[in-house]
T-cell receptor, first 111, second 113 residues
Framework: GENVEQHPSTLSVQEGDSAVIKCTYS??????FPWYKQELGKRPQLIID?????GEKKDQRIAVTLNKTAKHFSLHITETQPEDSAVYFC??????????FGKGTRLSVIA | EAEVAQSPRYKITEKSQAVAFWCDPI?????LYWYRQILGQGPELLVQ????????DSQLPKDRFSAERLKGVDSTLKIQPAELGDSAMYLC???????????FGQGTRLTVV
């Protein structure tokens, strides 16, 4: 089955700096790669996703890149703000496999 | 805005007792997932349904856990008997089809004492 590895497990950045979280996946059939944000005591919520036919996607301060050959994808947050502090999860699946999550990255944005 | 409904929100049970969680996905969503999340870790898949059929239950501890989605709508996850190590957040999620956004419910926080 699919295995998703996520790094780093914790990340601290100064407000205004950029943050990058990286994930690798094992199943070459995976074609859908979402990123979820989970604030303390709340449910995970989708912030951005990308499909395997696209190499990069942006939404305001958030971007995701995908390298199918290397089987890795990354989340980039620019101009970080204190409200970006949360745990971020990457995930991967295909039409034939379940949605499998990484272990998460705890991002702290220091004002 | 449609949401995934879960109940109860919190459950405290004694070791060796039975416990059940309920999930009502967003209307029309064929795919339903049950995940277990230990504090500070990522959601771990327990079972995936496509309509009323189990698609993946390879990580479900079948000696004590069971899940059903009889009419392809709402779903129940049961643990019998509960063990101390089962204390966690149990999250239900649904999506229209398999490889699209999964929407999560608020979860059921289980404490086994």
């Amino acid at each position: 089955g699919e295995n998703v590895e996520q790094h780093p497990s914790t990340l601290s950045v100064q407000e205004g700096d950029s943050a990058v979280i990286k994930c690798t996946y094992s199943d070459s059939a995976s074609n859908y790669f979402p990123w979820y944000k989970q604030e303390l005591g709340k449910r995970p919520q989708l912030i951005i996703d990308i499909r395997s036919n696209v190499g990069e996607k942006k939404d305001q301060r958030i971007a995701v890149t995908l390298n199918k050959t290397a089987k890795h994808f990354s989340l980039h947050i620019t101009e970080t703000q204190p409200e970006d502090s949360a745990v971020y999860f990457c995930a991967a699946n295909s039409g034939n496999t379940p949605l499998v999550f990484g272990k998460g990255t705890r991002l702290s944005v220091i004002a | 805005e449609a949401e995934v409904a879960q109940s109860p929100r919190y459950k405290i049970t004694e070791k060796s007792q039975a416990v059940a969680f309920w999930c009502d996905p967003i209307s029309g969503h064929a795919t339903l997932y049950w995940y277990r999340q230990i504090l500070g870790q990522g959601p771990e898949l327990l079972v995936q349904f496509q309509d009323e059929s189990v698609v993946d239950d390879s990580q479900l501890p079948k000696d004590r856990f069971s899940a059903e989605r009889l009419k392809g709508v709402d779903s129940t996850l049961k643990i019998q008997p509960a063990e101390l190590g089962d204390s966690a957040m149990y999250l239900c999620a649904s999506s229209p089809i398999r490889d699209t956004e999964a929407f999560f419910g608020q979860g059921t926080r289980l404490t086994v004492v």
